[in-house]
């Protein structure tokens, strides 16, 4: 008997559900809401809501609005966006994930004690990623961001290091840079390691490669510009090469299936549960007499 068995650690994490679920909310009563930046990086999930009135913005273009409701996504922003709401009579629908939110606070708050004293705030992100602006605007843009251990060269091993990470990268790569800083710092000179890593999102990584390894082939749906979608895809991969990386239901090849096979199906923290469903009804209606089950661990 064929099975096909959906990840139910996969999918959404709080803080992307709960800007989806506001947006929602606020489109319900009035019908029209303006969100500064795709809401979720999944242009189907962006599609769905625009056809229900959501008006996805830049930030150029918020600095040209007034007198409207701007949903703010859980990347969070900078004092810079709240700003121009308050000069614009903005009303911001603040979705930011409390995480992130936590994470701003601790950061800023680094900055204000260590602006006047030299301290380094060094950021293990993602350049021009929507989170990590917001986190650099704790800062007024002062803070160093590292993407990879081969960059920790720029940073002043002779003054203090505050170190703190974008929440959705991987922890094994933030505590071995957090290892490789502590190694080289001089004499005189403190170091600070502050564990921002969002543990909803790094956990999924070992159970990702548990479900992984325990089918036959995989189907991973996230959309095209989500970096964590394209981080647990490779953690798919390195524990079972039967795996492909889909951005709609519509892409599953029925060349992929043979008799009597195995099929998990997982997704990013961007991709909405329906999406899942609907890739395990496309294969339903290609294999009959599959029978598709939510995953028991």
């Not at 409390?98 to 350049?127: F, N, S, T």
């Not at 960059?151 to 933030?174: A, C, M, N, V, Y």
Request: proline share 4%.
């Amino acid at each position: 008997m064929k099975k096909i068995e959906i990840d139910r650690q996969s999918g959404c994490c709080f803080g992307v559900a709960k800007a989806i679920t506001r947006a929602e909310e606020e489109l319900k009563k009035d019908g029209t809401l303006y969100c500064l930046g795709d809401i979720v990086h999944n242009s189907i999930e962006v599609k769905r809501l625009e056809k229900m009135g959501m008006i996805t913005i830049d930030h150029e273009q918020l600095k040209e609005l007034k007198n409207v409701k701007v949903l703010l996504r859980a990347h969070g922003e900078p004092p810079s966006t709240y700003e121009i709401a308050r000069q614009n009579n903005i009303e911001l629908i603040d979705a930011s994930c409390p995480v992130v939110l936590g994470l701003q606070k601790k950061i800023r708050k680094k900055y204000e004690q260590g602006a006047d004293k030299g301290i380094q705030i060094v950021i293990y992100g993602k350049r021009g990623h929507a989170e990590v602006k917001g986190l650099m605007g704790q800062t007024r843009e002062s803070a160093i961001i590292i993407e990879s251990k081969e960059e920790i060269d720029k940073l002043d091993f002779s003054r203090d290091i505050s170190l703190f990470s974008q929440t959705t990268k991987p922890l094994d790569g933030f505590y071995e840079i957090g290892e490789l800083i502590k190694a080289r710092m001089e004499e005189g000179a403190t170091f600070l390691f502050n564990d921002s890593i969002c543990r909803q999102v790094s956990n999924r990584v070992p159970h990702i490669r548990e479900f992984a390894a325990s089918h036959d082939l995989i189907i991973f749906i996230a959309g095209e510009k989500s970096s964590n979608g394209k981080v647990l895809f490779n953690e798919c991969m390195s524990r079972n090469p039967n795996s492909y990386l889909i951005h709609s239901p519509e892409e599953v090849n029925p060349a992929w299936l043979r008799d009597g096979i195995s099929i998990g199906i997982c997704g990013a923290t961007s991709t909405p549960q329906w999406q899942m469903e609907a890739v395990a009804e496309t294969l339903t209606k290609m294999m009959p007499h599959a029978q598709p089950e939510r995953a028991a661990f």
